[in-house]
């Protein structure tokens, strides 16, 4: 099944390795104390600090970024690459900043944090579930939050991230605890976890509601890999959103929330009836993309797990 992963790194990335006193500061008083400046200054410095901070306690995850880059362009110049992970890294620090806006933040001031293009979402005047097919790009969280101030109502799936679950330390659990707290309240659907039963996210589809479930993770089992075409390979993905549609009958969009530094760029664009051809129009809209800004995307320190070049 799919995990909208609420961290700044997927599940199979490594979770952060600094010291429990650095996050400690980071997340309960550098992180709060920024987002009180003016937001163009607060952006501007927590970028500089994030990047900072990745640098000297995140090298093995800069690395493993690094070569997945590398690896899908085999064209590109060291400065291009280095340009890439470089700009990486500073979106994943004004992602973690957004956190810390969700508080105050309301239908005036998302504004100010996003645009917001859903017409096709809005206008759809289906009753049955939707789902909202999304990559671990740009920064997540600010579509869901600009649904929900715009009188849309969305659930979304995740990780569990309580203490069932092992890959988390304290810090980054009450912070991430602390995220998803204000993020499903803004976005005004149910939150469902990989911890309950798959019933609960049939029914809730069942009952017309909109949940947001990402595609781009790591299926370990051959078998059950959904293969799409991806920069010029296949791209493996788990069958869980496949599923859901066949059997719950639910209505597919795409939505992507890309970063434009102290501002996000979010959109919800309509996919295929057809599961398995939605899929693939899905990782069409993420290549194009990726196309155009490699670094919005997380997921090239998993790219060796997830794809296989063809041409």
């Known amino acids: 099944m799919y995990i909208l992963n609420v961290s700044g790194s997927t599940e199979k990335a490594k979770v952060m390795s600094a010291p429990q006193y650095i996050k400690k500061i980071k997340y309960k008083l550098i992180l709060p104390l920024i987002s009180r400046l003016p937001r163009k200054s607060a952006f501007t410095l927590a ?40 700009a990486h890294f500073g979106m994943m620090a004004r992602e973690e900043l957004d956190v810390f806006y969700l508080t105050r ?23 049955c579930g939707k789902i909202i097919v999304m990559a671990h790009a740009g920064r997540p969280i600010m ?21 069932r679950n092992p890959h988390l330390d304290e810090q980054t659990r009450d912070y991430l605890q602390y995220k998803m707290h204000h993020t499903v309240r803004i ?13 609960v996210l049939y029914d809730a589809l069942k009952q017309g509601e909109t949940i947001i479930i990402m595609m781009d993770l790591v299926e370990a089992d051959p078998a059950r890999q959904v293969k799409v075409d991806f920069l010029n390979g296949q791209l493996a993905l ?29 959109s919800v664009i309509a996919l295929p009836d057809d599961p398995v051809l939605a899929m693939q129009a899905a990782a069409q809209q993420l290549e194009n993309d990726i196309n155009i800004a490699p670094w919005q995307w997380w997921q090239w320190n998993n790219l060796p797990l997830m794809w296989s070049r063809t041409s």
């Open 187 to 199: 976005a005004g659907g149910r939150w469902v976890t990989t911890a309950d039963h798959l019933r």
């Open 105 to 127: 933040m309301n239908r005036k001031t998302i504004t100010d944090m996003a645009s917001l293009n859903a017409d096709a979402l809005i206008k759809e005047r289906n009753n």
């Open 47 to 86: 970028t500089k600090l994030g990047r900072r901070f990745f640098w000297l306690f995140e090298p093995e995850w800069i690395e493993s970024y690094r070569a997945g880059l590398k690896l899908a362009f085999r064209e590109a110049t060291h400065e291009q690459v280095e340009q890439w992970v470089y």
């Open 238 to 266: 788990p069958p869980g959103i496949i599923r859901l549609v066949q059997r719950s009958g639910a209505k597919l969009f795409y939505g992507r929330a890309l970063d434009s530094h102290e501002q996000t760029v979010c």
């Open 143 to 163: 579509l869901s939050s600009a649904l929900g101030l715009s009188d849309l109502s969305i659930g979304m799936l995740s990780q569990v991230i309580d203490e």
